[in-house]
Structures are given as C-alpha cells and as structure tokens.
Nanobody, 124 residues
Framework: QVQLVESGGGLVQAGGSLRLSCAVS????????MGWFRQAPGKEREFVAA????????YYADSVKGRFTISRDNAKNTVYLQMNILKPEDTAVYYC?????????????????WGQGTQVTVSS
C-alpha cells in the first residue's frame, strides 16, 4: 500500500512563498508519476502541477505557471511544490497524488493514491 503525507501548508501573506512536501511510503518511488491538486471551498478539485518518474518532465496549470515549481527527490521518496508570489486565489487544500503511469498526467482520475491534504491560506 502506497501512503502519501503532505506537509508545509500554512498561512502566508499575498506575495509570499511556501514549499509543500509530500513523503511517499514505497520502495519504488521512482516508478510513480506524481501530481499536485488543490480544492478551494465550494469548488471542484483542480490540477496544479505534475512530474514524471524521473523528474525530467513537468506540467503546470496556466494559473500557476511561472509561480509554482514541482520537483522530486527520488532518493528521499519526496515530491515538492515550491509556491512563490502567492495570491489569495491560491487558498485551498493541496493534495499530492501518485500513480504508476509513466507520462505526466493532469487528470485526477488517473491517480491511484492520494494524501490527506494540507491547507494553504493566502491573506490579502
């Protein structure tokens, strides 16, 4: 069973930065593509960023492109989301997700494993 645990959320002022981490319990982390999603109150879960198994390919939602960076450390079984120039509209619960597919994926239904989420609140 693959387990994912997010950390790093919190309260930050607009324009600030946060780095989210997602630790994955598996012996074969490098076999999983990873994604970050978010869900704001009253809204559907939406794609934020994705990375392939090696970390050589990434993809971002237009709303975060140029501000957020997804990366992974396969030696530490961890995926990161560096979030800069945060805006109030970035406020949401952020989830990481894992799947054994090879290419980056933006569809939530393609991911088999999910974390519990971490709250990010950006004040204006």
């Amino acid at each position: 069973q693959v387990q994912l645990v997010e950390s790093g959320g919190g309260l930050v002022q607009a324009g600030g930065s946060l780095r989210l981490s997602c630790a994955v319990s598996t012996r074969t982390f490098s076999n999983y593509r990873m994604g970050w999603f978010r869900q704001a109150p009253g809204k559907e879960r939406e794609f934020v960023a994705a990375i392939n198994r090696s970390g050589g390919s990434t993809y971002y939602a237009d709303s975060v492109k140029g501000r957020f960076t997804i990366s992974r450390d396969n030696a530490k079984n961890t995926v990161y989301l560096q979030m800069n120039i945060l805006k109030p509209e970035d406020t949401a619960v952020y989830y990481c997700a894992a799947d054994s597919g090879s290419r980056v994926a933006v569809e939530a239904e393609k991911y088999d494993y999910w974390g519990q989420g971490t709250q990010v609140t950006v004040s204006s």
